[in-house]
């Protein structure tokens, strides 16, 4: 089955210690991309990666590293998190330029508390 | 810099009524829009999406939307509401050059038996 799995989908942690949420697509999709979802924002980009190797930052990067060192996997890194990271993480691919109309598949979520 | 504003955060019908939520974007040049629909604890879900085909755009689950240049909506439509689409649902555009989807604020559907 075609999807974007994510892990792990709920997380309760504290300021500063370091995570990791990992995000997989078997699609052999190109793009990928990380969005934050906070009520009454809708989603956000954090990050994103054009293929392997190839990362930039989105609209709210402050706080959060990734990394593509494979195409299926890109994980997103919160090496001191605050408690403005509190939120709802999607992570989504698309097979090539999301410029171009291409539809972007999304994950379950992960859902993260930070006291 | 594109943006996208959907006007009401909340949207109640009944059921077999018309759903309507509206979507307003601002973008210099020809966008691509896109309606997603995110259902309690799930990852959001393509409903349908405008490429400049053509103007009228029908989706899954008996939603559809218009295009409307003149107007810069698009605004997503389905004619007899069903319990089972009550849902958030995002409004969202790219443009060339982007690499990114803008979205919406979101509306949250209920639907009353």
């Known amino acids: 089955e075609a999807q974007v799995t994510q892990n792990p989908r709920y997380l309760i942690t504290v300021t500063g210690k370091k995570l990791t949420v990992t995000c997989s697509q078997n699609m052999n999709h190109e793009y990928m991309s990380w969005y934050r979802q906070d009520p009454g924002l809708g989603l956000r980009q954090i990050y994103y990666?054009?293929?392997?190797?190839?990362?930039d930052k989105g609209d709210v990067p402050e706080g959060y590293k990734v990394s593509r060192k494979e195409k299926r996997n890109f994980p997103l890194i919160l090496e001191s998190p605050s408690p403005n990271q509190t939120s709802l993480y999607f992570c989504?691919?698309?097979?090539?330029?999301?410029?171009?109309?291409?539809?972007?598949?999304f994950g379950p979520g992960t859902r993260l508390l930070v006291l | 810099a594109q943006s996208v504003t959907q006007l009401g955060s909340h949207v109640s019908v009944s059921e077999g009524a018309l759903v309507l939520l509206r979507c307003n974007y601002s973008s210099s040049v020809p966008p691509y829009l896109f309606w997603y629909v995110q259902y309690p604890n799930q990852g959001l879900q393509l409903l349908l999406k405008y490429t400049s085909a053509a103007t009228l755009v029908k989706g899954i689950n008996g939603f559809e939307a218009e295009f409307k240049k003149s107007e810069t909506s698009f605004h997503l439509t389905k004619p007899s509401a069903h319990m089972s689409d009550a849902a958030e649902y995002f409004c969202a555009v790219s443009i060339q050059g982007a690499q990114k989807l803008v979205f919406g604020q979101g509306t949250r559907l209920t639907i009353n038996p």
């Open positions: 990666s054009m293929n392997v190797e190839v990362t």
């Open positions: 989504a691919s698309s097979l090539g330029l999301a410029v171009i109309g291409e539809t972007q598949y």
